[in-house]
């Protein structure tokens, strides 16, 4: 079977090795593909590869050899789903292949904001330290994570995961979902999310984005976060109102740590990136070598499995 990766960059920048998926037929792995090159560099392929290259019902029709999609990520919305299926194609995803490192980005945000290592480094450096009389210096206040509490939104694989680092780090850990959930650790409690928006001092998002969770933060919800209140979203950028939360940082009612944004490059006019207190980040959580690696590895087995005849991680059966 030929086999076309359409944007490979992102996953494989030079780090990882091709190998395991060109053992599987004759590969064409491109970097990046435009909406114009897809249909020609496509033709004749049995599967495709994708990440973030758009892949519409318009698209699938010119490609009568397609019979597997693989997305290169959990998320499908870069797939016409129901065309695909339609058209006979089978579309997987790729689950559940990272959710410590998301986990450990939650707890850099969260880290660096309490502890503002970055802004005293930079002041060391700019010999802030070497002009002191005393053998420390603080520029910013200091918190301990140690008893405050912790919402998480959301209780998947990754938000499982940073309500057991809240435990942990020794947090009282509030967790809200569509349904509560009863069968919970002794140190993890459900509420419901108007009551952990109101008593949690961290909310970390890790909802799925849909039509009942788009822009659920928003200037209503915001109202109810305690004052300096931190929030933290490495889910979708899609879950809040960017420009509810930009006035809401400007005014100085708390701050925000975010890894993902509405439209990914951001628009110059995102008003995240010019709000006061808040802290961006290209969209790396997901990022490590190791869960990039383990990303590669699943995604291959998902091809191996179709070509045995099996659907494994399929999302439109």
């Not at 939360?245 to 701050?255: K, P, R």
């Amino acid at each position: 079977m030929k086999i076309v990766v359409l944007d490979g960059y992102t996953l494989n920048p030079g780090d990882l090795s091709w190998q395991a998926l060109e053992a599987l037929g004759e590969c064409d792995i491109y970097d990046h593909t435009t909406l114009d090159q897809i249909v020609s560099r496509c033709q004749g392929a049995q599967i495709v590869l994708t990440n973030k290259t758009l892949l519409s019902d318009a698209t699938l029709k010119q490609l009568p050899a397609l019979t597997y999609i693989g997305v290169l990520a959990t998320g499908t919305n870069v797939v016409d789903v129901d065309a695909a299926k339609a058209q006979g194609i089978v579309v997987t995803n790729i689950p559940a292949y990272g959710p410590d490192a998301v986990a450990q980005m939650v707890f850099a945000h969260i880290l660096h904001h309490h502890q503002q290592v970055a802004l005293h480094d930079q002041a060391v450096k700019q010999g802030q330290w070497a002009a002191q009389r005393d053998f420390c210096f603080t520029l910013a206040p200091l918190t301990s994570l140690k008893g405050l509490t912790l919402g998480v939104v959301g209780y998947g694989d990754i938000g499982q995961q940073v309500a057991n680092l809240g435990v942990a780090f020794g947090m009282k850990v509030l967790i809200t979902t569509t349904q509560p959930k009863t069968d919970l650790p002794d140190a993890i409690q459900w509420c419901d999310r108007d009551a952990v928006l109101q008593q949690a001092d961290i909310i970390s998002l890790h909802c799925p984005l849909s039509a009942a969770t788009k822009s659920m933060i928003n200037s209503d919800s915001l109202r109810l976060l305690k004052p300096g209140c931190l929030l933290v979203n490495t889910a979708r950028g899609d879950l809040i109102n960017e420009t509810d939360l930009a006035q809401w940082l400007n005014n100085g009612n708390g701050f925000a740590a975010v890894d993902v944004l509405s439209t990914e490059p951001p628009s110059s006019n995102n008003p995240l990136l010019s709000a006061a207190n808040i802290t961006i980040t290209p969209h790396i959580a997901w990022a490590t070598l190791q869960a990039r690696q383990n990303l590669l590895n699943i995604a291959v087995e998902n091809v191996r499995q179709f070509q045995q005849g099996k659907a494994l991680n399929q999302v439109n059966g």
